[in-house]
């Protein structure tokens, strides 16, 4: 499985850990070889595309971690989009549905569809200990039915009775009535393949679906066929709506296009995969161990990983100590703005929270947008390293040359003045653990409206927490400003959660373990002391 590209991949990015420093050329070069990797591997070259894009977006925009090189965070971005490309989280046969829970196994003629049914009868029957009963459904072949029954008796799974003359739609109902009075927790029916697509094919599936509503429709589709196993998968969702694709002869499959794509393409996931003829051939498809086993790259990964958190921890320490002694300066306040920009103002920030789309839309209304937030910071900008370091040196003609070189009215200065003088405060009532932050927050913006109390108080805290962990006192603080009924979703990232995620304020890219390239907190500079040979920019200066 994957072996051809697992070879190339795997070359390609050990040439880039081996190197000190890189430059943007380098992973340019670098990503038109996975580039070229990916498409020797017949994956759909939509997928490739958008894979060394996000790739080279990540990249290029990384903080590279203390005591990884530039090369192993290039490995960890590449392995995170893998995972994400191959579909994130492994899926799973969803059994939860009142007994007896149908199975709709669809698919091509020779795609290995009814050893697949076998297969995963076996696995239900043998280690989530269901009762399963098996249908075949291909009237047109008498020795389909025989094929099934005979699997079915191998695996020592019960199958229906064959009786001659039914239609599919009339089998599938008696299986499912036959299930229901013989106790059976699934019922799985293995329909009539083809050898290409045709309509006829689709109707009766569609039948079968209608008459028995089935939780499951599984797509069956051959690894060995590339795209074509795609462009399968495609057809049959756009026709019978598949919830999940079982990709089989994977043993043979060297390339893996069609596991590499058919996540991205059809956006459903691959949730079994065949290894083999035997009955026990059949595994679970993880796109983390997937991504593993392409790479082979595990321990610089994971070595990454660690990278993050110890940096995480070393972060939040820092910014916690600097809420506490109240330091908090125009160049923090300049990074905070940064930061609310990326993740989409305010507005984006509440649009995260159950509950809190009446308090969104007065924010939109008080004209909060990222611009706001660019005008505040080239203000900032426009200040000498003194002023922002100590704002209080700021009267009358400093605040014209400001005002001058933002190219805005004095008011500005100090509406933007007053703003961090209240932040300052919320954040050394923070630190302190004072309450009134929400108030505080509130009249910063000038909304400090009765009606908008609770909530902003609540996000106060919230945004007070985007720099370090929010309090347990704090979270149900927020708990309580929300509706009832509503829960807390997870932190967003950059507010306080636990780890690092993504780029501030971008969801992880789909994987269960975030990107540790962005810094975690706002507040902090994309430069970390003791960076292998960078210089600021991407992958720093050519040496
Ligand atoms: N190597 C390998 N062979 C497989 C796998 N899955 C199925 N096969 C083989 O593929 C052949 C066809 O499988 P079937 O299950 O009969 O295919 P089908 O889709 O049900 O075909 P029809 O019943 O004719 O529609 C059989 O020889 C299987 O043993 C697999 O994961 N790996």
Redesign the pocket.
């Known amino acids: 499985m994957f072996e051809g590209l697992s070879d190339r991949l795997s070359g390609i990015l050990s040439g880039l850990t081996r190197r000190g420093a890189l430059t943007e050329a380098d992973v340019t070069a670098a990503l038109r070889e996975v580039r070229r990797a990916l498409l020797e591997a017949d994956v759909a070259l939509e997928v490739v595309r958008s894979f060394t894009e996000k790739v080279r977006e990540q990249a290029v925009g990384a903080v590279v971690l203390k005591s990884v090189t530039p090369g192993q965070m290039v490995v960890k971005i590449v392995n995170d989009q893998l995972v994400a490309m191959l579909g994130g989280e492994a899926g799973v046969i969803d059994l939860n549905a009142p007994a007896p829970v149908g199975i709709l196994m669809v698919?091509?003629?020779?795609?290995?569809?009814?050893?697949?049914t076998a297969k995963i009868a076996r696995r239900l029957t043998q280690r989530d200990k269901r009762r399963v009963l098996l249908a075949s459904l291909?009237t047109r072949?008498p020795a389909?039915m025989e094929?099934l029954a005979v699997l079915a008796s191998q695996v020592g799974v019960e199958s229906l009775p064959i009786v001659a003359g039914q239609s599919a739609v009339q089998i599938a109902k008696r299986a499912m009535e036959a299930a229901r009075l013989g106790g059976f927790d699934v019922v799985m029916l293995?329909t009539?393949?083809r050898v290409t697509l045709d309509e006829a094919l689709m109707q009766e599936a569609a039948d079968v679906k209608a008459a028995t509503s089935p939780h499951e429709v599984l797509l069956?589709a051959d690894a060995l066929t590339g795209q074509d196993a795609v462009n399968t998968a495609r057809a049959f969702d756009g026709r019978l709506g598949v919830t999940g694709i079982v990709l089989?002869?994977?043993?043979?499959d060297s390339r893996g296009g069609a596991a590499l794509s058919m996540r991205a393409v059809t956006g459903k996931p691959i949730k079994l995969?065949?290894?083999?003829?035997k009955v026990d051939?059949l595994e679970e498809f993880h796109p983390a161990r997937v991504a593993n086993r392409i790479l082979g790259m595990g321990d610089i990964v994971s070595l990454v990983e660690k990278a993050a958190e110890t940096i995480d921890q070393e972060q939040a320490l820092r910014v916690a100590e600097k809420m506490r002694k109240g330091k908090f300066d125009l160049d923090d306040l300049s990074m905070q703005l940064a930061q609310m920009e990326k993740m989409g103002g305010i507005g984006g920030l509440m649009g995260m929270l159950p509950g809190m789309g009446q308090i969104k839309k007065q924010v939109e209304g008080a004209n909060l947008d990222e611009k706001m937030f660019k005008r505040q910071r080239a203000i900032i900008s426009s200040m000498t390293p003194e002023e922002r370091r100590n704002p209080d040196v700021l009267k009358a003609s400093r605040k014209k040359r400001v005002a001058k070189g933002a190219g805005v009215d004095v008011s500005e200065i100090n509406k933007l003045l007053k703003m961090h003088r209240t932040m300052a405060d919320m954040m050394k009532a923070m630190g302190s653990g004072k309450r009134g932050i929400g108030q505080a927050l509130g009249n910063m913006f000038g909304l400090g409206g009765g009606g908008m109390g609770g909530g902003m108080g609540a996000l106060g805290k919230m945004m007070g927490g985007g720099m370090p962990q929010p309090t347990p006192e704090m979270l149900a603080e927020l708990q309580k400003a929300l509706p009832p009924g509503t829960s807390l979703p997870p932190m967003p990232p950059g507010l306080g959660g636990s780890k690092a995620s993504g780029p501030a304020g971008t969801p992880p890219a789909g994987t269960s373990k975030a990107p540790p390239a962005a810094p975690a907190l706002p507040g902090l500079g994309a430069k970390l002391p003791g960076l292998p040979g960078l210089g600021g920019l991407p992958f720093g200066k050519k040496k």
């Open positions: 698919g091509l003629q020779g795609s290995g569809k009814t050893t697949t291909d072949r389909a094929q293995d009539a393949g069956v089989t002869r994977m043993d043979g995969v065949g290894t083999g003829e051939a």
